[in-house]
């Protein structure tokens, strides 16, 4: 896994449906039918991108795990992106919907299209939460996560909470209720992004699944949290300093819901790594291939930190459990 393949191949697109027939569209890093490297192990590795971010943004990470033998997967959820309808005014679409049916068909299909691979992500902010929504992730060997979890305010930066609880829990529902979507682009705030996404974000509890009271019974917010437990591919969870949103307690707060995951969580200060900033988005960009994207390269290939990983283990991972067997439904 160690060999350097072509940087500048080019991905394929990808077009698939939900199992409610949304289509879904994205691009596929695919490298030419070996069937005896498959069974070797080789990877796929699906990138769950942050909430309105296009998949677009990841597709240089992308292009360097395939350049080092990984089959990747990038892919927008719907209303976003490349899985954008017409118009977003009135389109319904949650977290809820990103993860059972858009990250649940994403999945499927690595498995599927991609037989005997074991199945690996890579998932920024939110969709480190979506990984425990999907009825199969069980199939999931591996998960490295930057900044996951699923927006408690209370969870912020001390010195940026007040801040940013008025301009995303206040200012973006108000915006998403005028509008009928969060026109965020126009902004300059990320995407546009659907209503329904805009609720489950801004909602104020500790505990994700509080904030469907009204709408899930009882039985069913507990068989939501249950699924949690059903993914036991190890987990690597980064948390820089200067992550606003993804603190430290948030990454710890949803980690907290994958019981049944080996887990590490890894945290660091961009002094750490030589940098002057990393914050909540940057992990992804080019410019760190050199000093942070071979964290997320050595999980993957082996479920290990380098040797000379920066930063410190926050607290140690759980009991290790197999990981990375080809699995199949």
Not at 75 to 82: A, T
Not at 93 to 103: Q, T
Not at 177 to 188: D, I, V
Not at 267 to 280: E, V
Request: hydrophobic letters at 45%.
């Amino acid at each position: 896994m160690s060999e350097m393949r072509d940087l500048s191949a080019s991905p394929a697109t990808l077009e698939i449906s939900a199992s409610d027939g949304y289509p879904l569209r994205g691009f596929v890093w695919r490298h030419a039918a070996d069937v005896a490297e498959a069974r070797r192990g080789r990877p796929v590795v699906i990138v769950n991108p942050a909430t309105s971010v296009r998949c677009r943004y990841y597709a240089r990470f992308a292009g360097f795990l395939h350049a080092r033998g990984f089959d990747v997967i990038t892919y927008d959820y719907r209303g976003i992106g490349e899985s954008r309808p017409a118009t977003l005014k009135g389109f319904r679409a949650s977290w809820i919907d990103w993860g059972r049916l858009d990250f649940e068909a994403v999945l499927r299909h690595a498995n599927e299209a991609f037989p005997g691979q074991p199945v690996q992500v890579v998932a920024h902010s939110v969709g480190g939460f979506l990984i425990g929504l999907a009825p199969s992730n069980r199939l999931i060997g591996r998960v490295f996560t930057m900044g996951a979890q699923f927006a408690y305010w209370g969870d912020y930066a001390p010195k940026k909470r007040l801040g940013m609880l008025l301009k995303w829990h206040v200012a973006m529902p108000a915006l998403a209720a005028l509008f009928g979507y969060f026109p965020g682009k126009r902004l300059g705030w990320l995407e546009d992004t659907p209503r329904g996404v805009v609720r489950d974000w801004t909602a104020r509890h500790p505990r994700f699944e509080d904030a469907y009271r009204r709408e899930l019974s009882e039985a069913q917010r507990d068989q939501m949290v249950a699924g949690f437990a059903a993914m036991e591919g190890a987990t690597l969870a980064l948390s820089v300093s200067d992550d606003e949103y993804g603190t430290p307690a948030a990454v710890e707060r949803l980690l907290g819901y994958f019981d049944n995951s080996a887990t590490t969580h890894l945290h660091l200060a961009p002094a750490d790594a030589g940098l002057a900033q990393i914050g909540h988005f940057a992990f992804f960009h080019e410019r760190h291939e050199a000093t942070l994207w071979p964290l997320a390269l050595a999980w993957l290939q082996s479920g290990r930190l380098p040797a000379d990983a920066p930063g410190r283990i926050v607290k140690p991972a759980r009991a290790a459990r197999p990981t990375c067997a080809p699995l199949r439904t």
